[in-house]
């Protein structure tokens, strides 16, 4: 997963998905981030309470990331990459 605002990969690996940086809320003690699929879609088989996270998209802010090219308050997008060498 490459995390750092990108939707492409490096030459020579192949684009498994793209989407956005996400996590629990951020008062949390978070479980860390996933790359969640721009083209994600809810699962409605189950209503039980799993204690599972809920994800919230994961903002850019210029006191700890460089703006630019970061904007302050902006989505961060991520995509995941393979390579089989």
Not at 41 to 70: D, Q, W
Not at 72 to 80: D, K, Q, R, T, Y
Request: overall charge neutral; proline content about 4%; glycine content about 10%.
């Amino acid at each position: 997963m490459i995390p750092n605002n990108r939707t492409s990969c490096y030459n020579g690996w192949t684009k498994e998905y793209q989407g956005y940086l996400m996590g629990e809320y951020h008062a949390y003690q978070g479980k860390g981030y996933v790359c969640m699929d721009k083209n994600a879609e809810a699962l409605h088989t189950s209503y039980a309470n799993l204690k599972g996270a809920l994800f919230y998209n994961v903002e850019g802010r210029c006191c700890t990331l460089k703006c630019p090219p970061y904007i302050e308050g902006a989505e961060l997008a991520s995509v995941v990459c393979s390579n089989s060498t």
